[in-house]
């Protein structure tokens, strides 16, 4: 049986988003593993700052669609209580779940470290071209 993944570095990489929402800190980052070993980690985005859905772009590809011939092992995907019974967007969530258990956390981060504007946290480094 394989020990729990280590989220250390991909805490750190998705808390320097500067869309993230952390009210409580680190701890507003949900994470854990299942029992076949597979992981996921889940945030919030605060939908109301200028970056935040180019955030949700920039992880939908890299995590999603990378490559067509060989995808990362990881989905990244939006989940939300039932909308009729809490509002708006601001019960949206944002999770990365890996489909692979030998894909660890650290992996991911060397994927989006690779491929996300950097140093992840300069705001101006997000910006287009045509911005």
Known sequence: MSSAPDFERLLAFIEKLPAID??????????????NGNWWLKFTLDTTHGLAWRH?????????????????????MPVSPPPYMNGGVEFLSWVIESTDA????????????????????DEQKWKLEDE
């Open 56 to 76: 949700v772009q920039e992880l939908g590809y890299v995590l999603n669609y990378v490559s067509l011939e060989e995808r990362l092992p990881t989905v990244f």
């Open 22 to 35: 952390l009210p409580a800190g680190r701890e507003s980052i949900g994470h854990g593993s299942f029992e």
């Open 102 to 121: 030998s894909f660890t956390p650290d992996k991911c981060v060397e994927w989006l470290e690779a491929r996300l504007p950097r140093p992840v946290d």
